[in-house]
Each structure stands twice: as C-alpha cells, then as structure tokens.
C-alpha cells in the first residue's frame, strides 16, 4: 500500500500564495508520474499540473504562469507552489502518484480564496 499525506491548504486572499505538499510512504516502487488535482463543489476532478520522474512537466492552462510543480525524488515528495491565486481556485486539492501500473490518491486539503 502507498500512503500519500498532502499538507498547505487553507485560507487565502485572492492575489495571495499557498505551497502544497504531498509525502508518499509505504510500498513504493518506481514512482513515475507525480500529479496535483482538485475538485470545485458540484464540479468534476480536474488536472492541475504534473510531473514525470525526469523531470517532464505539464500545466491545466487555467493554471499556467500561476502555479509551478516540483519534486524530489530522494524523499518522495510532491509540491505545488501557487500564486496570483483566484476565487475561482477554491477547491479540493488532490495529490496523485503512479507506482507501476497503480494510481494512488491522498485524501485532499482544502484551498479556499476570498474575494
């Protein structure tokens, strides 16, 4: 089993910045793509950004030039680094890993921004 723990949600004003970070442990094996997603109330789970083991990134285009994605691959860790945040940004955020052919979801942190 793969346990991810995502951390650095919270409240926000519009224009303001939060650092999200998920921490895998457990059985981990050949980590390859490392995601953040998010899901809006009443709203379906989208893609934010992901990065590959090499280093390979891609950003949702609502997101681009505002939020950046890294990791480390020593401690198995993903960040998501956003800024100019929006009202529009409120949501679950979501952190997803692939180990092999499995895809492994953390329990999400909440991102709220104030108008």
């Known amino acids: 089993q793969v346990q991810l723990v995502e951390s650095g949600g919270g409240l926000v004003q519009a224009g303001g910045s939060l650092r999200l970070s998920c921490a895998a442990s457990?059985?981990?094996?050949?980590?390859?793509?490392m995601s953040w997603y998010r899901q809006a109330p009443g709203k379906q789970r989208e893609l934010v950004a992901a990065i590959q083991r090499g280093g390979n990134v891609n950003y949702a285009d609502f997101v681009k030039g505002r939020f950046t994605i890294s990791r480390d691959n020593a401690k198995n860790t993903v960040s998501l680094q956003m800024t100019s945040l929006k009202p529009e940004d409120t949501a679950v955020y979501y952190c997803?890993?692939?180990?092999?052919?499995?895809?492994?979801w953390g329990q999400g942190t909440q991102v709220t921004v104030s108008s």
């Open positions: 457990g059985s981990i094996f050949n980590i390859n793509t």
């Open positions: 997803h890993v692939i180990t092999g052919i499995y895809g492994n």
